[in-house]
């Protein structure tokens, strides 16, 4: 691990400041990937401000909406009664993800942060175009069986790690920032990347700028919803393919949908079209499929992580079965 500086921030401006004046600073929280990337010399910064005294930590209650502090914890979440009784996909999906001791550090701001997930990435001694650009992706012709089928590019298969980030997507938060250009919020959609020709790019946050709070609309859909992830293992493990799914009904009809995918793309994966081609139909096998079939239109599968793609079908299919409490197993 390289030297560095540290400053434990007073406030939001100072942190800022120090964003802005230094290229090579990065904001520390719970630490629980910076360090690890830290460690494996991938990331090599000089400066790192600790922003856990910023009272960024509340979750409240926000205009009708409901407002996640950036440093409040994963676990603080999950089992907050606000977040529980609201938005119990988003608890269920962060309560799936990493293990209890790691939710007790990791932040919501951090986790939106995350570093994509790639064994070559954090390899140095393999070409990585996340690492070092135009030394090439060694995934592609690589052992790739945990890589992206969707919206990778020539340049990059790696995926997003995060599951909170995946329920998150399908209720449409937003990631509220600040940064010497002042106050500014973006949605939910427009935070993260597709790798295309930018792959060290994984998200949309500038360089002066900190996530401050996310903001949950004020739709839920807490009465009817599923969280589904499919891993090499029940405990600690990262997604082979995750489904956040979230549905209103009337009666048997569905009158809204919110699907999104995980472990499958550089960033949570949605299409809007799949989820208004559920609107007006019953929860059965058929329509299902049909949705996963929109959702999952331009995958492409490589040498060992083909199957993920019949996978995430099957998912798709399970989960929204689930949601309506029939039989999930296809």
């Not at 400066?47 to 009272?55: A, Q």
């Not at 980030?165 to 399908?170: E, I």
Request: aromatic share 8%.
């Amino acid at each position: 691990m390289n030297k560095f500086a540290y400053l434990d921030a007073a406030d939001v401006h100072t942190a800022v400041d120090t964003l802005a004046a230094n290229q090579n600073a990065r904001c520390i929280a719970g630490g629980t990937n910076l360090l690890d990337l830290m460690k494996v010399n991938v990331m090599r910064p000089d400066e790192l401000i600790d922003v856990n005294h910023l009272s960024l930590s509340n979750i409240e209650e926000y205009n009708g909406d409901v407002r996640l502090g950036a440093t409040a914890t994963n676990a603080d979440t999950a089992y907050h009664p606000l977040i529980a009784q609201r938005y119990p996909l988003l608890s269920k999906a962060i309560l799936a993800g990493a293990s209890p001791q790691l939710r007790n550090m990791a932040t919501d701001g951090g986790n939106l942060m995350q570093r994509t997930r790639c064994y070559y990435f954090y390899d140095t001694a393999t070409p990585c175009n996340k690492r070092e650009p135009g030394s090439g992706c060694s995934a592609i012709n690589g052992f790739n069986r945990i890589h992206a089928i969707l919206g990778q590019s020539e340049q990059c298969i790696a995926t997003h790690p995060s599951d909170m980030c995946v329920a998150l997507a399908a209720l449409e938060a937003v990631v509220n920032v600040y940064g010497k250009g002042g106050d500014r919020s973006i949605p939910f959609a427009d935070f993260h990347r597709l790798p295309g020709d930018t792959p060290w790019l994984d998200n949309n946050l500038q360089q002066d700028e900190i996530i401050t709070s996310i903001d949950l609309p004020s739709k839920g859909f807490n009465q009817y919803f599923e969280y589904i992830k499919l891993r090499d293992r029940t405990s600690y493990a990262f997604a082979l393919v995750s489904v956040a799914m979230g549905l209103e009904l009337e009666g048997d009809v569905i009158s809204d949908a919110r699907i999104a995918l995980g472990g499958v793309a550089h960033k949570p994966w949605r299409k809007p079209e799949a989820e208004d081609f559920l609107k007006g139909k019953t929860v059965n096998k058929e329509t299902l499929a049909g949705a996963a079939d929109m959702l999952l239109q331009g995958a492409k599968g490589y040498q060992y992580n083909n199957f993920k793609i019949e996978l995430a079908k099957r998912a798709i299919i399970r989960a929204g079965l689930q949601v309506v409490n029939k039989e999930g197993i296809v």
